[in-house]
């Protein structure tokens, strides 16, 4: 596909206005101004078959299954998108709310952000939430700073964090980050077990950071005993909340000892994910680390008035401009108000339900490392196919000519030709049943014909690329 410059005929134009106010020259200084812009010269109907085009080459969960393991890529109502759109909050301007007596003109949004931490605190057990940390990864490094100033401000002497060999990988990035030494401690059938924290558990740690249900789709079924031991050592248990998709309306965290808690709103609570876009990663915590918190706090008055409070001298400071990004979790805000109570719990069940439907229909053809009842995300291996030579890399290239996202391949490393899926509940049955076909067409054509399998993709614009050099060193071409 040539680039719109490619496509630029000189002298062509599109649409302008009929009577422009002032040259476009005018507004810029004059020793900023080219002799040339460099810009094509398009007709509007080159333009919109252009950008039309080249929309359809993207590839999003608007348009197909994306069935990515531990990333919750669930369909996101539109509904929420107009919300964001809204004059009242599109066009606020942030600072006003900072500005002496100017609060008053800006009390929604700050009810917004007051009533995002009381409801996410409802829906984890927490004692309260800032709304500021940035993403997923900036609540993790958000929380692991809470809990160091914590231990700082009670004179303790802690060095270590302890993280699972399942987690995720941010996790031991945002320990190390904020000055920790990172402890691994082995899963065993899939989970962690008591006697295998006592192995790592000593009076230096300063946190643990668990996923649960972790990823491989398995609920950490010692969880009470593990929380005691890591309270008796006066250290903080924190829960990564990348797969809260699994427990949320069912169980509330707090409840069950975590002492810190981020939320990735774009895999919970349906905000885009990501792709270097905008995310939201709020951070709650119990009682006794409330005053660790960021500034500034959203605070109510008994009027009923809202006001920014910056009085916490314990604090750690700053960890976002603003108040973290508002369009985000504004769209989380309407979200849970618009599913209620009910709705967030029959998302939780149907997420469930839809892995575990995958799970049993495709353990015939494949390998399911721990094959039982799984959360919303389960792993399957392709060391059956391994026999033909056909890895799980090969799988899930094939899986591109069937339309279909790939899955997450080769995580978590415990798990040898790991492919992990999560099909979440907003697909179809027909949806989950036309993947799962394909799956199985392609574990037959494995025996049958493993070349073809190995070829695959044969029906996009590349086939197999260096994955690593077209990510860090991309030529744009006109011939894609």
Known sequence: MKTVFKKSVPGREGVWPEKPKSKLEDFIPTDLLRETSGMPSLSELDVVRHFTKLSMKNFGVDSNFYPL???TMKYNPKFTEQVAALPGFARLHPVISQLKGAGRHCQGALEVIHESEKMLSE???MADFTMHPMAGAHGELTGVMIIAAYHKDKGNKKNKIICPDSAHGTNPASAAIAGYDVVSVESHDGIITPEALAEV?????????????????????????????IHEKDALLYYDGANMNAIMGKMRVGDAGFDVVHLNLHKTLATPHGGGGPGSGPVG???????YLPISRVKKLEDGQYYLDYDAPKSIGYVAPFYGNFGV??????YML????????RATENAVLSANYMRVRLENDYEIPYNRICMHEFVASAVKQAKNGIRALDVAKALLDKGHHAPTIYFPLIVKECMMFEPTETESKETLDGFIDDMIEIAMLSDSDPDFIKNAPITLSVSRLDETKAARDMVITDDL
């Open 338 to 345: 618009r599913l209620g109570r009910e709705g967030l719990i």
């Open 201 to 229: 558990l000593d009076d230096e740690v300063a946190a643990v950071m668990m996923t649960c249900p972790n990823t491989l789709g398995l609920f950490e079924n010692h969880l009470p005993e593990i929380v005691k031991m």
């Open 285 to 291: 915590v119990c009682e006794k680390l409330i005053p």
């Open 69 to 71: 393991g531990s990333c």
């Open 123 to 125: 829906l984890t057990g």
């Open 329 to 334: 979790y504004l769209k989380a805000y309407a």
